[in-house]
T-cell receptor
């Protein structure tokens, strides 16, 4: 069974540009999560999809971040325009459907905004 | 609001020595507790989790953790460290009605000396 995949693995952009991160969850997983780790800080929750619906987006930092989940399958996280403080590692995770269950994480996308 | 505190951002042990990584939590409701590990250039992998029931939880690779409600702790231990245990370890919790977002500690990087 394929794990959670993320693309790209690394991205270097300039301040003001747009970047789109993609996450493909494990097949059949209704729940998809985005997290971010800014350098030197803890991993922080961004948002949670159940199928194509946003269940919890309380962690989204501001309106420069837009997340979508097309047809309840893959998800994209767009940052527009990117700022220096957006640099970090963006993780995606997925899980089947029970609250206390394991979330399976992807390898992350390392974003550097110059 | 809930929180997770990991004591020691870096821990160094000798190969064969006991591994003890400390985690304390704060939560107004009974939490679900997790330990994840991240090896270099990989995603987070679940080591073990506590949901309900037995407070001593055994995980993969010889790790275990004990949930102590009176001490609000969930420390991770392994009797004998192996070189392959060198990685970053994250304690996390899920708490609160309906929420599924993981709240992470800041991580502990484990170094194993030969």
């Amino acid at each position: 069974e394929a794990g959670v995949t993320q693309f790209p693995s690394h991205s270097v952009i300039e301040k003001g540009q747009t970047v789109t991160l993609r996450c493909d969850p494990i097949s059949g997983h209704d729940n998809l999560y985005w997290y971010r780790r800014v350098m030197g800080k803890e991993i922080k929750f961004l948002l949670h999809f159940v199928k194509e619906s946003k269940q919890d987006e309380s962690g989204m930092p501001n309106n420069r971040f837009l997340a979508e989940r097309t047809g309840g399958t893959y998800s994209t996280l767009k940052v527009q325009p990117a700022e220096l403080e957006d640099s970090g590692v963006y993780f995606c995770a997925s899980s089947p459907g029970v609250r206390q269950e394991t979330q399976y994480f992807g390898p992350g996308t390392r974003l550097l905004v110059l | 609001a809930q929180s997770v505190t990991q004591l020691g951002s870096h821990v160094s042990v000798s190969e064969g020595a006991l591994v003890l990584l400390r985690c304390n939590y704060s939560s107004s409701v009974p939490p679900y507790l997790f330990w994840y590990v991240q090896y270099p250039n990989q995603g987070l992998q679940l080591l073990l989790k506590y949901t309900t029931g037995a407070t001593l939880v055994k995980g993969i690779n010889g790790f275990e953790a004990e949930f102590k409600k009176s001490e609000t702790s969930f420390h991770l231990t392994k009797p004998s460290a192996h070189m392959s245990d060198a990685a970053e370890y994250f304690c996390a919790l899920i708490a609160g009605t309906g929420r599924r977002a993981l709240t992470f500690g800041s991580g502990t990087r484990l170094q194993v000396q030969p």
